[in-house]
Nanobody
Protein backbone atom coordinates (compact mmCIF):
# COMPACT_ATOMS: atom_id res chain seq x y z
CA UNK A 1 0.00 0.00 0.00
CA UNK A 2 1.43 3.32 -1.08
CA UNK A 3 1.29 6.09 1.49
CA UNK A 4 2.17 9.76 1.10
CA UNK A 5 2.73 12.18 3.97
CA UNK A 6 3.21 15.92 3.66
CA UNK A 7 5.36 17.85 6.12
CA UNK A 8 6.46 21.43 6.54
CA UNK A 9 5.63 24.71 8.26
CA UNK A 10 1.98 25.56 8.69
CA UNK A 11 2.63 29.30 8.71
CA UNK A 12 4.69 31.29 6.23
CA UNK A 13 5.19 35.05 6.08
CA UNK A 14 4.38 37.01 2.94
CA UNK A 15 7.26 37.28 0.45
CA UNK A 16 8.96 34.20 1.91
CA UNK A 17 9.32 30.77 0.32
CA UNK A 18 6.94 27.97 1.19
CA UNK A 19 8.69 24.62 1.46
CA UNK A 20 6.94 21.27 1.82
CA UNK A 21 8.13 17.68 1.62
CA UNK A 22 6.20 14.57 0.69
CA UNK A 23 7.52 11.31 2.11
CA UNK A 24 6.47 8.23 0.19
CA UNK A 25 6.29 4.71 1.60
CA UNK A 26 5.22 1.46 0.02
CA UNK A 27 6.68 2.33 -3.37
CA UNK A 28 9.64 4.06 -4.97
CA UNK A 29 9.35 7.49 -6.58
CA UNK A 30 11.66 6.26 -9.34
CA UNK A 31 9.44 3.37 -10.39
CA UNK A 32 8.22 3.60 -13.98
CA UNK A 33 5.88 5.20 -14.95
CA UNK A 34 4.50 6.91 -11.89
CA UNK A 35 4.45 10.69 -11.54
CA UNK A 36 4.33 12.66 -8.31
CA UNK A 37 2.46 15.92 -7.99
CA UNK A 38 1.61 18.78 -5.71
CA UNK A 39 -1.98 19.99 -5.65
CA UNK A 40 -3.55 22.66 -3.49
CA UNK A 41 -7.01 23.82 -2.50
CA UNK A 42 -7.49 27.40 -1.30
CA UNK A 43 -10.37 27.99 1.10
CA UNK A 44 -13.69 27.98 -0.71
CA UNK A 45 -12.09 27.10 -4.05
CA UNK A 46 -11.44 24.01 -6.12
CA UNK A 47 -8.35 21.89 -6.52
CA UNK A 48 -5.40 23.50 -8.28
CA UNK A 49 -2.72 21.32 -9.83
CA UNK A 50 0.68 22.90 -9.24
CA UNK A 51 3.26 20.66 -10.85
CA UNK A 52 4.74 17.20 -11.20
CA UNK A 53 8.01 15.33 -11.04
CA UNK A 54 8.16 12.22 -13.15
CA UNK A 55 9.93 8.94 -12.34
CA UNK A 56 12.92 10.07 -14.39
CA UNK A 57 13.15 13.37 -12.49
CA UNK A 58 11.74 15.62 -15.19
CA UNK A 59 9.47 18.39 -13.94
CA UNK A 60 6.46 20.21 -15.30
CA UNK A 61 4.58 23.12 -13.77
CA UNK A 62 1.26 24.87 -14.00
CA UNK A 63 1.75 27.89 -16.30
CA UNK A 64 0.16 30.18 -13.72
CA UNK A 65 2.64 29.14 -11.02
CA UNK A 66 5.70 28.23 -13.08
CA UNK A 67 7.70 31.35 -12.27
CA UNK A 68 7.42 30.71 -8.52
CA UNK A 69 7.37 26.91 -8.26
CA UNK A 70 10.09 24.30 -8.00
CA UNK A 71 9.69 20.58 -7.40
CA UNK A 72 12.68 18.42 -6.54
CA UNK A 73 13.35 14.99 -5.11
CA UNK A 74 15.67 13.05 -2.83
CA UNK A 75 15.66 9.49 -4.06
CA UNK A 76 17.73 8.29 -1.11
CA UNK A 77 14.90 9.31 1.22
CA UNK A 78 12.09 8.55 -1.24
CA UNK A 79 10.85 12.11 -0.89
CA UNK A 80 9.86 14.91 -3.22
CA UNK A 81 9.54 18.54 -2.28
CA UNK A 82 7.76 21.73 -3.24
CA UNK A 83 9.10 25.24 -3.05
CA UNK A 84 6.81 28.19 -3.79
CA UNK A 85 8.52 31.56 -3.67
CA UNK A 86 7.25 35.07 -3.01
CA UNK A 87 4.10 33.85 -1.31
CA UNK A 88 1.11 36.07 -0.63
CA UNK A 89 -2.04 35.45 1.44
CA UNK A 90 -3.62 34.13 -1.78
CA UNK A 91 -1.30 31.13 -1.47
CA UNK A 92 -3.06 30.07 1.73
CA UNK A 93 -4.40 26.58 1.04
CA UNK A 94 -4.38 22.91 1.93
CA UNK A 95 -1.41 21.46 0.07
CA UNK A 96 -1.47 17.80 -0.96
CA UNK A 97 0.96 15.48 -2.63
CA UNK A 98 -0.32 12.75 -4.89
CA UNK A 99 0.73 9.93 -7.17
CA UNK A 100 -0.47 9.54 -10.74
CA UNK A 101 -0.33 6.32 -12.77
CA UNK A 102 1.69 8.12 -15.43
CA UNK A 103 2.97 11.54 -16.46
CA UNK A 104 0.18 11.82 -19.01
CA UNK A 105 -2.42 11.47 -16.28
CA UNK A 106 -0.64 14.05 -14.15
CA UNK A 107 -0.55 16.59 -16.95
CA UNK A 108 -4.24 16.02 -17.69
CA UNK A 109 -5.57 17.29 -14.38
CA UNK A 110 -6.21 16.70 -10.72
CA UNK A 111 -8.76 13.91 -10.52
CA UNK A 112 -6.83 10.93 -11.79
CA UNK A 113 -4.35 10.59 -8.94
CA UNK A 114 -4.53 7.13 -7.41
CA UNK A 115 -2.90 7.92 -4.07
CA UNK A 116 -3.10 11.10 -2.03
CA UNK A 117 -1.52 12.45 1.09
CA UNK A 118 -3.84 13.68 3.80
CA UNK A 119 -2.96 17.30 3.04
CA UNK A 120 -1.42 20.00 5.15
CA UNK A 121 -2.76 23.47 5.85
CA UNK A 122 -0.41 26.31 5.00
CA UNK A 123 -1.36 29.83 5.98
CA UNK A 124 0.44 32.87 4.60
CA UNK A 125 0.22 35.67 7.11
CA UNK A 126 2.44 38.16 8.86
Amino acid sequence: QVQLQESGPGLVKPSQTLSLTCTVSGGSITTSYYAWSWIRQPPGKGLEWMGVIACDGSTYYSPSLKSRTSISRDTSKNQFSLQLSSVTPEDTAVYCCARYPSLAYALAGTEDADYWGQGTQVTVSS
